[in-house]
């Protein structure tokens, strides 16, 4: 895993842990009950993946069974969950989408001089940037891998999928000296900023599909929107897409973390239940929409499995 995956990783948690929680109390609350649920009824005679694990804020590790294994590639995600819960688990620190790597490295290639590792002409190689981005294809080989070997019957998504594209973009940034270089103004098209969402929209794809084909019983929780400003909003009864749903008095800014991925749509022929989401006001001016839904076995895979 690039070292500079984990270094943003760190950071983002630092900045994340520090963070004003007044708001939080409802969003905590129902995240863990959600999580929890799905630890409860996971087959202890199975393995537990707990995908995004970070510190375990979110995650009620005294109802993780023993077989329980955290994921995060946040260095210090295994001990800070050991100073919550009292629990070092099993972890595995690997980027889940397989390409943060090579995204940073062919933004790096392009956007620095070889022999000085100047920055070119920001204007011009974030262009040719934008083009090369596109033939990238994230692909969750360290995941693939651990499933094949260990066959887990549950597998909780921590709310890690609405981070990839904010990681992705850091990486992006990182080659330009860590500036920010997206197009401030939203009438204006910036070519970068769309070959970057398409990227993060192929790599949640790619991911959905690695945990739909395991067969395990999933439990996801996710960022599916993002609302900016202080326009006081809420959410109205369950309705697709989730942007139907927001209710304010004013126009909203919102911005999808997911890039365009519909979840139900990725995962074909399962049947979802528990489908719910809910408002977490994470900071000033920032209010989450969140989503969680669990997708059980399909009928297949559990006549296969009887235990
Ligand atoms: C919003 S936090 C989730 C917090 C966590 N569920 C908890 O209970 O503390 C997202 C987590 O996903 C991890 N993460 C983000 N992108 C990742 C990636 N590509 N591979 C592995 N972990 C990643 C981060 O390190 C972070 O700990």
Known sequence: ??????????????????????????????????????????????KVLILGAGSGLEVPWRLAPPSAVGWDADPLSRIR???????????????LTGGMAELSATAYRTVREPWSGRIRAARTVSRRLAGLLGSLKPNPGPLRAWIGQHRPGTIL???????????????????????????????????????????????VRAFLAALVESGADLWLVHDRGVLFG???????????????????AGPLEASDPLCGVDVLCEIKDRIPEKHQRWLWPVGQGQCQIMEAIRIPPPAAFLSHNPN
């Open 81 to 95: 969950t050991l100073l919550r819960h009292g629990r070092l688990a099993p972890w595995v620190f690997e980027d």
């Open 1 to 46: 895993m690039a070292p500079s995956l984990a270094r943003d990783l760190a950071l983002e948690q630092r900045a994340f842990l520090r963070r004003n929680r007044a708001g939080w109390a409802d969003h905590l609350a129902r995240v863990r009950s959600f999580l929890g649920e799905g630890l409860q009824a996971a087959d202890p005679k199975a």
């Open 230 to 248: 202080h326009q006081p909003a809420t959410l109205a009864p369950m309705e697709e897409p989730w942007t139907a749903q927001l209710r304010a």
């Open 157 to 203: 998504a921590a709310n890690v999928m609405g981070q990839f594209g904010v990681v992705a973009q850091r990486g992006v940034e990182r080659a330009f000296g860590g500036r920010s270089i997206w197009t401030q103004d939203p009438e204006q098209v910036d070519p970068l900023e769309e070959a970057v969402s398409a990227w993060t929209a192929r790599a």
